[in-house]
């Protein structure tokens, strides 16, 4: 999906050279729609602002998970005659119990449990509700791994169909269907349906969270895409911050999965104003919606556009011109996969894939390192906040593919070594995963 982006600027982009006397040129003419409408006027501010909040959501949705299924203590039920007149601590003490036990002695037999009693310590999680404990402990992974699945195909899928729809449109549709299902999670008591639906939610979220960035950044000039790219991610260490407030005064699952889906619901209402990418209308000859686009985006950034607007977009020269459908419009997956391209493609699909599954990994999990969960993630995401901060700067003075080679490499050696950590010394495996998941984030 990145590289397709990418194909789509350079078609747009006006061959020029990189001598000093040609810079003012390049300033002008990189971009035809940049050059009447303005690099990144208050328009651009404003929308890149307001999609930006969606990243909050994809986060949301996916490392909720563990705060929805944290560890809590517990034992084999007591039979309902009982409740009220033998406490907890006698019970397992008369059954020879212990914390997380499976079975118990009752009435002179060793008897496996079915039913199970949980603590209060924390409100009613995922595991309680569905007795994931036992033999049923593997089906936590099996959801966990629902979600995963739904957000690895998400970029193929999500991104085929938005060369061919619009940014706009697929990423709504995703936004509803985040938002519909995140809702549904709520309510449901069937485990296959929470499978399901997981794997619904880990699609539609990590569909918003590439459309929304591709939109922020195509509505943005080329000269400044790379930096309005790396400010949008910022937005997702802030929502993690913002889930730790959630999930320290919300305990019960289903209410934190209510908090964290019911109020996007408000950008969903911005739906008819919330702009096409004007870059996306000019590949698809879409000129009479590509226009009257550029007069909002010149109104509000005080810009003057030509009379003879239309036919200088018309004659905005597109390479690859060879690599069209039926209907003479650009395909680009025919020019990603390109003689031309297609190494490039290939490599940027894994170093995509591999980077977001480190991360949703590692990240899924900061949770577990002991002490208080909420304050975990709010510390993990304050110091993500920084980082990307830092990538930002760095951004601006090193080569990008040096920083990628040198972050991912320095993850899986930090993932690999976790390996070589003896058993009983997860101090050790705490340092390198938190290590390893920095560089993934500056990645």
């Given at each position: 999906?990145?590289?397709?982006?990418?194909?789509?600027?350079?078609?747009?982009?006006?061959?020029?050279?990189?001598?000093?006397?040609?810079?003012?040129?390049?300033?002008?003419?990189?971009?035809?729609?940049?050059?009447?409408?303005?690099?990144?006027?208050?328009?651009?501010?404003?929308?890149?602002?307001?999609?930006?909040?969606?990243?909050?959501?994809?986060?949301?949705?996916?490392?909720?998970?563990?705060?929805?299924?944290?560890?809590?203590?517990?034992?084999?039920?007591?039979?309902?005659?009982?409740?009220?007149?033998?406490?907890?601590?006698?019970?397992?003490?008369?059954?020879?119990?212990?914390?997380?036990?499976?079975?118990?002695?009752?009435?002179?037999?060793?008897?496996?449990?079915?039913?199970?009693?949980?603590?209060?310590?924390?409100?009613?999680?995922?595991?309680?509700?569905?007795?994931?404990?036992?033999?049923?402990?593997?089906?936590?992974?099996?959801?966990?791994?629902?979600?995963?699945?739904?957000?690895?195909?998400?970029?193929?899928?999500?991104?085929?169909?938005?060369?061919?729809?619009?940014?706009?449109?697929?990423?709504?549709?995703?936004?509803?269907?985040?938002?519909?299902?995140?809702?549904?999670?709520?309510?449901?008591?069937?485990?296959?349906?929470?499978?399901?639906?997981?794997?619904?939610?880990?699609?539609?979220?990590?569909?918003?969270?590439?459309?929304?960035?591709?939109?922020?950044?195509?509505?943005?000039?080329?000269?400044?895409?790379?930096?309005?790219?790396?400010?949008?991610?910022?937005?997702?260490?802030?929502?993690?911050?913002?889930?730790?407030?959630?999930?320290?005064?919300?305990?019960?699952?289903r209410y934190i999965q209510l908090a964290i889906s019911v109020p996007f619901v408000l950008i969903l209402l911005l739906w008819y104003w919330i702009p096409q990418s004007p870059r996306w209308l000019l590949v698809m000859n879409k000129y009479d919606?590509?226009?009257?686009?550029?007069?909002?985006?010149?109104?509000?950034?005080?810009?003057?556009?030509?009379?003879?607007?239309?036919?200088?977009?018309?004659?905005?020269?597109?390479?690859?011109?060879?690599?069209?459908?039926?209907?003479?419009?650009?395909?680009?997956?025919?020019?990603?996969?390109?003689?031309?391209?297609?190494?490039?493609?290939?490599?940027?699909?894994?170093?995509?894939?591999?980077?977001?599954?480190?991360?949703?990994?590692?990240?899924?999990?900061?949770?577990?390192?002991?002490?208080?969960?909420?304050?975990?993630?709010?510390?993990?995401?304050?110091?993500?906040?920084?980082?990307?901060?830092?990538?930002?700067?760095?951004?601006?003075?090193?080569?990008?593919?040096?920083?990628?080679?040198?972050?991912?490499?320095?993850?899986?050696?930090?993932?690999?070594?976790?390996?070589?950590?003896?058993?009983?010394?997860?101090?050790?495996?705490?340092?390198?995963?938190?290590?390893?998941?920095?560089?993934?984030?500056?990645?």
């Open positions: 999906m990145v590289l397709r982006v990418g194909e789509y600027q350079q078609l747009q982009s006006v061959t020029i050279t990189n001598t000093k006397s040609d810079e003012k040129v390049q300033d002008e003419g990189h971009d035809v729609i940049s050059r009447y409408t303005g690099h990144f006027g208050w328009w651009n501010f404003i929308w890149a602002f307001i999609l930006s909040m969606y990243q909050m959501s994809v986060g949301f949705q996916i490392f909720a998970f563990s705060f929805q299924t944290q560890k809590k203590d517990f034992w084999c039920a007591r039979p309902d005659d009982l409740k009220d007149t033998i406490n907890v601590t006698t019970w397992k003490l008369m059954t020879n119990q212990s914390d997380y036990s499976c079975s118990m002695f009752y009435e002179g037999n060793h008897v496996k449990c079915d039913t199970f009693e949980f603590s209060d310590e924390i409100g009613h999680t995922i595991v309680q509700d569905f007795n994931l404990v036992c033999d049923r402990k593997n089906f936590l992974a099996t959801i966990e791994t629902c979600i995963l699945v739904g957000s690895s195909i998400a970029p193929l899928f999500s991104g085929w169909l938005s060369d061919k729809f619009g940014r706009k449109l697929i990423l709504m549709l995703s936004a509803t269907i985040q938002l519909i299902v995140g809702t549904a999670i709520a309510f449901t008591t069937s485990l296959p349906l929470l499978m399901v639906l997981r794997f619904i939610i880990g699609y539609a979220s990590l569909s918003v969270g590439i459309l929304n960035a591709i939109l922020v950044m195509e509505l943005s000039s080329p000269k400044y895409r790379t930096i309005v790219g790396l400010i949008n991610m910022m937005v997702a260490p802030v929502g993690n911050i913002v889930l730790a407030l959630i999930t320290y005064f919300l305990t019960d699952w919606e590509l226009i009257i686009l550029m007069e909002r985006m010149a109104k509000m950034n005080k810009k003057t556009l030509p009379n003879d607007l239309r036919m200088i977009l018309e004659q905005t020269p597109k390479e690859s011109e060879g690599e069209t459908d039926s209907n003479n419009k650009i395909n680009p997956v025919k020019i990603a996969f390109s003689k031309k391209y297609y190494i490039t493609t290939i490599s940027l699909i894994i170093l995509f894939w591999t980077n977001v599954g480190m991360y949703l990994a590692l990240s899924s999990h900061i949770v577990e390192l002991g002490g208080n969960g909420s304050f975990n993630m709010g510390i993990a995401g304050a110091i993500e906040l920084v980082i990307t901060a830092l990538a930002v700067i760095i951004a601006l003075k090193l080569n990008l593919k040096l920083i990628l080679l040198t972050a991912m490499i320095s993850s899986a050696i930090c993932c690999l070594l976790i390996m070589a950590v003896p058993q009983g010394h997860p101090f050790g495996v705490r340092v390198l995963g938190i290590t390893g998941w920095y560089f993934v984030v500056f990645g």
